[in-house]
């Protein structure tokens, strides 16, 4: 049926109302799938398709070998630590200092269901560390599904997006939210999809100065981490290494996201990194919905073990290994990635 394409504008509003699409520009990404979904089997062609940004590259080997082995060792009947297993903490830390050039300690990392679990938890804590700070700001383009998360969490958030405001621009447009005092959180992509902006290090050493003059709590979105090919960011422990806000403030959590960076999207597993300030940072407002009034304890104690009581050992032995390969320079996670970028170009 390629003859019919261009697809005809009323196929699409028609499909895009039995999906419930009232504009493409506010769809969800789930949203955008069911209507590429569709209309490819109506049109029996294949798109190229980067709205859930996996391209369909295999998982690596090494993480379903392992999660094998521990499902075969009968790791299924045990309930998982809520702190993560201690070889992935201790993976993730490497990580950190191998691939980032900053120390983040074992204890602050912390394994989730999936990057989007490490966001919805931190503002659960972070949104309510101080009653008079109770919104977050998301310098967009971003994921728009966190907006999502606040949404369901009946917490505020405002945004803005940073293209016309780079470098030194920056400053004044975070502060122009900054000074009113209600912000809590700082939330961005870096790189981000679907502009594959980088951070620089003039704005990250912005955010992070910012963050230390107002308390704002900056979650780093690294869901992206080494897809900016201009530089090969995939050799451990030798420059270069990616600019990070963890440079220039300890007011940090950064959400590590398995599911582009290893291809295991399909098993749930990611990360948050609290950094070691942050993490034993003690806040007298969490008491007010939580029973420690310590940040790190209260994502351990509260908001993860009531909503999920930790995640599978079985993913979070398959990300231990992956990391371990990558962290021993066995496995170059970089290089499968280029496809990213190939499919960005055609």
Known sequence: MMDSLPINQEVVLQVREELGIKTLAQASIRQIVQLADRLQKMYQVDFIRTEMGVPGLAAPQI??????????????????????????????????????????????????????????????????RDKNKDTTLFIDPGFPVQKRQLGVLGMKYESFDIYDYRGDKLRAKLESYLEKGHISTFLYSTPNNPAWISFTEKELSIIGELA???????????????MDFRQDYGQPGRAPYPATVARYTDNYVLLFSSSKVFSYAGQRIGAMLISDGLYNRQFADLNRNFSIDKFGPAILQDAIYTSSAGTAHSSQAALAAILKAVNEGAYDFV????????????
């Open 63 to 128: 993480g379903t070998d392992a999660e094998i082995t521990a499902l075969r060792s009968g790791v299924a009947s045990v309930y998982p630590p809520i702190q993560g297993i201690e070889p992935l903490k201790q993976e993730l830390s490497r990580f950190a200092r191998l691939f980032l050039d900053i120390d983040v300690a074992p204890t602050g990392c912390i394994p989730t269901v999936g990057a989007m679990q490490s966001s919805m938890l931190v503002f659960l804590v972070a949104n309510r």
């Open 212 to 226: 230390n003059k107002y308390d704002v709590v900056v979650l780093e979105d690294l869901a992206y981490f080494g």
């Open 335 to 346: 290089a499968p990635l280029k496809e990213y970028g190939q499919r960005a170009a055609s």
